[in-house]
């Protein structure tokens, strides 16, 4: 703590720094226990009558976001080329918005007057007489800077449009929350016997509905059944030709051993005869010369 100081009259003055300490810090509380601010300075009570300063309210309806924007607005309202723009005409539409913003609030106005300033001047460098030596044809037009800045800031304004358009996080939707129950032992779910029963009915239905049935070839000898037919020859002197295809009884075995027979008979092996028309076919074995 700093000690007190002597005065000329020999009185001890307090510590001034420490009194301004102390009354900042009570201002702290009280503006920590402020229920509103008027003016900046807290309000510690609740007024007793209903009393709302003139200025204390106010609300401003942003209709343009700046110069630029209120030029463009003008241009594109009344379908002008901005490349060949009417200054005459937009600098006297101009002048009277920003006439009716100017008697509310001065402060946004400036910067609309500086704009209107610029229309000016470029609509009077476009009124003064040409000189004999600056009369060349690719002459830079005063308008040229003023549409190069709108139509940059139109190009940006479309973007942020399409960026505005885009759906946006607690705008246009909300992001589900999931709520996850972490138990220590594993929940299993409940299965009903009959639902388990169903499930596995219709996944044998849809596996018949895909299965492949795959066609093979029978390999058949037609030297192995010439050899059967002899076999069975040797045994009888006749046999009925219907006897030799008995144990047979798919087309393509019966096709086979009919095809043998005839070999053998080509192979003049066997004779088959027949006694008369319609009689029955009797098949044996060759007699071979002594």
């Known amino acids: 703590m700093v000690p007190a100081q002597a005065t000329p009259e020999g009185r001890a003055d307090p510590d001034t720094s420490g009194g301004a300490t102390a009354d900042a810090d009570a201002a702290a509380v009280h503006a920590e226990g402020a229920i509103a601010r008027l003016y900046g300075e807290p309000l510690l009570h609740l007024p007793t009558d209903l009393y709302i300063p003139p200025d204390a309210l106010e609300v401003f309806l942003d209709a343009f976001e700046g110069p630029l924007d209120l030029l463009l607005y003008l241009i594109r309202k009344q379908n002008f080329n901005i490349l060949d723009i009417p200054l005459a005409q937009v600098t006297l539409q101009y002048l009277e918005y920003v006439e009716q913003i100017r008697k509310s609030n001065l402060e946004l106005a400036a910067e609309y007057l500086l704009m209107a300033a610029m229309l000016i001047e ?6 003064l007489p040409k000189r004999a030596d600056t009369l060349v044809e690719d002459a830079e037009d005063p308008r040229a800077e003023l549409v190069r800045r709108l139509l940059d800031y139109e190009q940006i304004k479309l973007a942020a449009q399409q960026l505005g358009a885009l759906p946006q996080l607690d705008r246009d939707f909300v992001r589900p929350q999931l ?10 779910p409940q299965v009903d016997p009959h639902d388990l029963q169903r499930a596995w009915m219709d996944v044998l239905r849809r596996a ?3 299965q492949h049935h795959r066609i093979g070839r029978e390999e058949l000898s037609v030297r192995e059944h010439m050899s059967a037919i002899l076999r ?18 798919s087309v393509p075995v019966v096709v086979v051993h009919f095809v043998a027979m005839l070999e053998l008979a080509k192979e003049t092996l066997i004779e088959i005869t027949q006694a008369e028309p319609f009689a029955p076919i009797y098949v044996r074995l060759a007699y ?3």
Do not use: C, D, N, Y
Request: cysteine-free.
């Open 122 to 127: 470029i609509k009077s460098r476009m009124l």
């Open 179 to 188: 709520h996850i129950e972490q138990a220590l032992g594993p929940v299993w």
């Open 208 to 210: 018949k509905l895909t």
């Open 232 to 249: 069975t020859l040797q045994s009888a002197r006749f046999v009925e030709f219907s006897e030799l295809f008995g144990g047979h009884a």
């Open 288 to 290: 071979s010369p002594a």
